[in-house]
Structure formats: C-alpha cells, structure tokens
C-alpha cells in the first residue's frame, strides 16, 4: 500500500470536460440534461471550492452535505459519473502514473486486484455534489469498492485510508503467525502498532483492514505466495546453499519494500518465512539444504 498522488489539474475544469462528454440522449425532452447540469455549475463552483479547502487542510471530516439538493438534481449529479468514459479513464491513468512512467495498476486499498474502477471518497449517495469532484475519486478494485459501499466516517474517525491525505506509516504494523503443522502451513495475518504510530491514525487503518477483510483476503492468497517463494529459493538453490539462497531472498524483498512499503502482504510473509523455523521445518522435509 503507498500514498497517491491526487489529481493535480483543476477541478472545476474537470466538471466541465465531464459535462461536455456527455451527449444528448435520443429522443430526450426538453429541458435537457446538460442544459440542467449547466445550471448547477454555480452552485457545484462553490461545492468545490468548499471540498478543496477541506482537502487541503485535511478537513474531510468536517464535510457537510449540502441541503439545497432536491431529488431530481441529485439524479442528474449522478448520473455525470461514468467509469468507463474518456474523463474518468483519463483520470485514472493520471493517479496511477508514477513519476519514472511506472503505471501502478494494482488497487493500494487491497494490493491484490488489478484497479477496475474509481471508489468515492465521500461517498457520492450522501454527498451527489461530489460525484465526478477529481479528489473525491481513487483508482481501486471492484472488490473493495463494494466492500466499501456508502461506509466513512464511523464515531468521529474515518472508516478508510485515504490514500491522498493520510501520510502511510513507514513502520510496520501488518504481521504474520506462521505455523507448519502435519506438512501444512497455517498463516494467521493480524496488525500490531508495535512502533507507535499515531493512535488516530492507526485506528483508521484497522477500520480499513477490517472494513475491506483485508486480513482474510490475504490469508486467502497465502498458499500462492508460500509456493512462489518456495520456487524463487529452489532455483537459488542450484548455485547457493539453503542459508545463502535465504538471503539472497531476504534482499531483494528489502528491494521491494522500498518500492511498496513495509505493509506489503506478500513481502511481511515472504520476509517471515525467511527467519521462520516454520520454513526451515518445510526445507527439511523437502530436502533443501
Ligand atoms: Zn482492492
């Protein structure tokens, strides 16, 4: 999981580059749908700037909804966002650009699914004014986007990372138990704010792990991340003994967790199997040496 970079244009021209998108429906009546959103432009004008102050002063929280929004405008707000259109898969390809042109397809909710749409931060139910506002938008997976659904704010504490603002902890926090029993391997993941990160930050990031099932999906994945690990050390293996083929390992997971941070649920197993006697009990009955 690593911080994004949110979109650095200008959001009310975002607004207008999504109204122009949108063609005139066949056999629609008048008025018109875009002649009823550019009405609203004024007033979402003002909306916008009300959310970029709040965003840049890290001040979400304390968005209120806008009463004035009947149900018809709400319908026609809604309706501007549509993932697989021009501006949204502009947008996208925008955030998940890295500076050295490496395209980050992998959702940071999860680090397991490819992104295959845009979560609303705020979410677009509750807050319709913000439907298509281009820092209310995160590239994610469908998966977690459902897991998330109307979800926020919880008892005065956000109930997700927002990977714009919330500055992601070097530290680690995310563990794993490794046991090696009856020739199986049972991995138990769990989070731990072994190196005292802030306790309100910590706190949104375990609404976000619990939220998303982030814990279970991982474990999920455990037994496929054991069987790669166990064929990058085999084929070190045919040069190295086991002990240097292990750190061989160990370095190049440093490597990457320079890249994805020290939260990667594939790296915090990988580097726990590396030290674990639960590992060394597998090799052994396999007869890596
Ligand atoms: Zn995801």
Redesign the pocket.
Known sequence: MINLNSYSGDSILFLQEVINSKKRGKGEQFPFYKDRIKLLIPFLSNAYKVYDTAFTSNKLLYLAPLPSINANQKDDLLKLYKYGSKPFIRLKNAIISLPNDYELNT?Q??T??DVNTLDHIVPKECFPEFVVHPKNLIP??S??NSYKSNKWVKGGNFEFINLYLHKLPYQQFLYVDLKYTNSTFSVKYFLKNTHNIDAILFNIIKNHYDN?KLLNRFQGKANQVISEFENTVRGSLIKLSLKDSLECAKATIVYEQSRLGMNHYENVLKLTLCSSLAFMEYCSDKGYK
């Open positions: 959702c909710y999860c397991i699914n994610v997976c998966e977690c998303l």
